[in-house]
């Protein structure tokens, strides 16, 4: 597995690559949203069920404007104004990959605030599938050591850094503000 630059984690994600990488709460593997093929060969690495949906990271809730409905003038104040790592649940739209929402109805969406992370969402330009760093149903890797252990020959490459929190961000319906992870 390739220790990579931010410019080259981009470069490997354009080309379709799945990488591990830190993210604002644990360590993550991810890939970009729109890239199909990406996303299905990310679902096999971690054995995980098709029908989950999964977290799309943004750094600009501009980058999903079409795969969610509008947002009332409110309803962005409560994203942009979060100030720890908080997943919102959107309803999605037709124009939203169904690879992406699973047997679910919204989509899973993070707007990222810790700085190297925004580093790295802004350079690569595209919303980024992050989910954590495991096979599913084991317990998230911590370390980059670990992450080389378990993903060796599976995943493309992994970017150095660090993740800003220990523990999984919220989750919460928008719409509902019911808490669904905390």
């Known amino acids: 597995m390739k220790i990579l630059?931010?410019?080259?984690?981009?470069?490997?994600?354009?080309?379709?690559?799945?990488?591990?990488?830190?993210t604002d709460t644990i360590w993550g593997l991810g890939c970009i949203a729109t890239n199909e093929n990406s996303v299905k060969r990310l679902i096999e690495i971690k054995n995980r069920?098709?029908?989950?949906g999964l977290i799309v990271l943004v750094s600009s809730l501009d980058q999903v404007s079409t795969w969610i409905i509008d947002l009332s003038?409110?309803?962005?104040?409560?994203?942009?104004?979060?100030?720890?790592?908080?997943?919102?649940?959107?309803?999605a739209t037709d124009a939203c990959p169904k690879?992406?929402?699973?047997?679910?109805?919204?989509?899973?969406?993070?707007?990222?605030?810790?700085?190297?992370?925004l580093l790295f969402l802004d350079?690569?330009?595209?919303?980024?599938?992050?989910?954590?760093?495991?096979?599913?149903?084991?317990n998230s890797i911590t370390?980059?050591?670990?992450?080389?252990?378990?993903?060796?020959?599976?995943?493309?490459?992994?970017?150095l850094g660090e993740c800003t929190a220990n523990k999984p961000s919220t989750i919460v319906d928008l719409l509902t503000n019911q808490v669904i992870r905390n």
Do not use: H, W
């Open 49 to 52: 069920d098709e029908n989950k």
């Open 5 to 22: 630059s931010i410019d080259q984690a981009v470069s490997f994600l354009l080309e379709g690559a799945v990488i591990a990488y830190p």
């Open 123 to 138: 350079r690569l330009g595209f919303p980024l599938v992050s989910t954590s760093a495991n096979i599913s149903g084991e």
């Open 99 to 117: 690879y992406l929402i699973g047997g679910y109805s919204s989509l899973a969406i993070r707007l990222i605030k810790a700085k190297n992370i």
């Open 143 to 159: 370390n980059v050591e670990g992450i080389m252990k378990n993903f060796s020959g599976l995943l493309d490459g992994i970017l």
């Open 73 to 91: 003038y409110e309803q962005k104040t409560i994203i942009l104004e979060k100030e720890s790592p908080c997943t919102f649940l959107i309803p």
